[in-house]
């Protein structure tokens, strides 16, 4: 026969009643544990207002129901252990967990004093001995506390007073019969700091509470027994099913490797909340600065874990509410990130020096500049050109940016116009004489033996990108709040928008997204950002 729910009802003398049946296959142990055998009864006072009555219905319903999977738990070998320091770390996951229930609203310190004064008052002093009621000041650890006899009297109370069946419940945590006991125990020791905090809390002081620094970290032993995924090979499932760029396989490889080994021991769905922040705080160094960590290492995980998610390898997304406190950046440069004027006079005179073409990179240093400067296109994009990317149509020569290339950022290709100024320059006779091949890297022969797909290769592209960067370096632009490359995207955009390009022509011309959905529609033809591209002034160099 189905069990149904308990409800809570009122009764005749203004008192409200729920019941909840005991399941047949643990009765006898519930009674046994419990003292009762068929239904367990809870009696709200008269007087109890609506919502508190509600409040204490659900605490004593995850109380029964703990209960009870406790002892199925018990009876599959299936409830989990606890060591002592393991019982010590659960509470004090259960203190954070108790005193964030009243953060926003920690109420009246008196409610707090009368909690603490019970606690003491009417749980813990019954039980003392003759000689602590006469003089309790001598011992202040009361060491009388820890007696079996005793704590086998208070514990059903504390358990009550501190939600322990709400807190299990919500964590998922099921325990054997000796593991509970441990763990009540360990909260009744710490019940009376969670009340003091509260208090504290409740007259305005929120500073911070060092108190939970001082717990060992929790090892969740359902994570530890797991066999699922990895976070690895969770990492190497999402590669696989959704083929990123290498560039950011190679980004986020070195999130997952620390993730891993952060949580070697257990599987990704066994992860919490809890693990997440705990290891999202140990994340900027100093070699790692806030901006890394939101800007490359959240986003990887938080991507991955919602792709999990949704495929039902894991349970929860843990990463899901993470953030970071990042500084707010302090800008010393008038020209933002953009280069001065004198720093792009360096950077094109240099490379206008370049007379030997012969090898690649000598081609890279003579031509990708000026490209990026009078396209304010990201230099990856420039250094993986080919010859039968540059193409004329009609009256002016262009360009394709295409993912059949190489990466492009939006996986989107379109079509820039090429300036003027580079057909002046001789860029289409460099480009005749080149073929229909890559540009700015030399071809080579795929290497031999199996690729592996969480640790790809740079392509040559990339890696004429980031010799680029360094040689930019090297001529003096050291600036570190100026990109060596990337400095041409912003400084385009802010000539364009002084000489009357429109920002809608100018984001189409640099493969900015559109600022606004408005801005999406009616994208500009080749040709009209050609005609706009007539008002962009020559560099002097």
């Not at 790809?456 to 360094?470: D, N, V, Y």
């Amino acid at each position: 026969m189905p069990i149904r729910m308990a409800a809570l009802n009122l009764s005749a003398t203004g008192a409200t009643k729920s019941r909840k049946a005991i399941p047949k296959d643990v009765r006898a142990e519930y009674k046994r544990l419990y003292g009762v055998s068929h239904e367990a009864i809870l009696v709200v006072p008269a007087g109890t207002s609506k919502a508190q009555a509600k409040a204490l219905h659900g605490q004593w319903l995850a109380e029964v129901e703990t209960q009870i999977e406790r002892i199925r738990a018990a009876a599959k070998g299936t409830g989990q252990p606890l060591t002592q320091r393991n019982a010590l770390a659960l509470s004090g996951r259960w203190y954070s967990w108790f005193v964030a229930r009243h953060a926003d609203d920690p109420g009246s310190p008196e409610h707090w004093a009368d909690r603490k004064e019970h606690l003491l008052e009417r749980v813990w002093h019954p039980h003392a001995p003759v000689e602590h009621l006469e003089d309790p000041d001598p011992d202040p650890t009361w060491p009388w506390t820890r007696w079996p006899e005793v704590r086998d009297a208070v514990r059903p109370e504390v358990a009550e007073m501190a939600l322990v069946a709400s807190f299990l419940a919500i964590e998922g945590v099921a325990l054997t019969h000796d593991a509970h006991i441990l763990f009540v125990d360990a909260v009744s020791e710490r019940l009376f700091s969670a009340y003091a905090l509260l208090e504290q809390q409740a007259k305005g002081d929120f500073s911070r509470d060092t108190y939970p620094d001082t717990f060992p970290a929790y090892v969740d032993q359902r994570r530890a027994a797991s066999t699922g995924m990895s976070c690895w090979e969770l990492f190497g499932a999402y590669v696989s099913a959704r083929k990123p760029a290498d560039g950011t396989v190679n980004r986020w490889r070195a999130v997952f490797k620390h993730l891993n080994v952060a949580f070697s021991e257990g599987s990704a769905s066994g992860l919490t909340e809890d693990d997440a922040r705990a290891w999202k705080d140990t994340l900027v160094t100093p070699k790692r600065r806030p901006e890394t960590v939101d800007g490359v290492w959240l986003p990887a995980v938080k991507t991955v874990f919602s792709w999990a998610l949704m495929h039902k390898h894991i349970r929860t997304n843990p990463f899901a509410g993470l953030k970071i406190d990042v500084p707010k950046a302090v800008v010393l440069r008038e020209e933002g990130k953009s280069f001065k004027p004198e720093e792009v006079q360096v950077i094109l005179r240099a490379s206008t020096a370049i007379t030997n073409l012969r090898d690649a990179f000598p081609r890279a240093k003579r031509w990708v500049m000026w490209v990026c400067a009078y396209s304010g296109a990201r230099s990856g994009e420039i250094t993986q050109l080919r010859g039968v990317d540059v193409i004329q149509r009609g009256d002016f020569y262009a360009m394709r940016l295409t993912p059949e290339a190489g990466s492009i950022k939006t996986s989107n290709a379109r079509t820039v116009p090429l300036h003027e100024h580079l057909i002046a320059q001789g860029f289409i006779e460099f480009v005749r004489t080149q073929g229909d091949g890559p540009l700015f890297y030399n071809l080579r022969a795929a290497a031999a033996g199996e690729v592996d797909p969480l640790n790809p290769e740079r392509s040559p592209s990339i890696k004429t990108r980031g010799r680029l960067g360094a040689w930019v370096r090297e001529l003096g632009i050291t600036d570190p709040e100026v990109g060596p490359t990337h400095g041409w995207r912003n400084t385009f955009q802010r000539i364009a928008d002084r000489v009357g390009i429109a920002e809608k022509m100018s984001d189409r011309i640099t493969g900015h997204a559109p600022a606004s959905i408005g801005r999406r529609y009616g994208p500009a033809t080749v040709e009209d950002m050609a005609e706009a591209l007539k008002k962009f002034p020559r560099y002097v160099v």
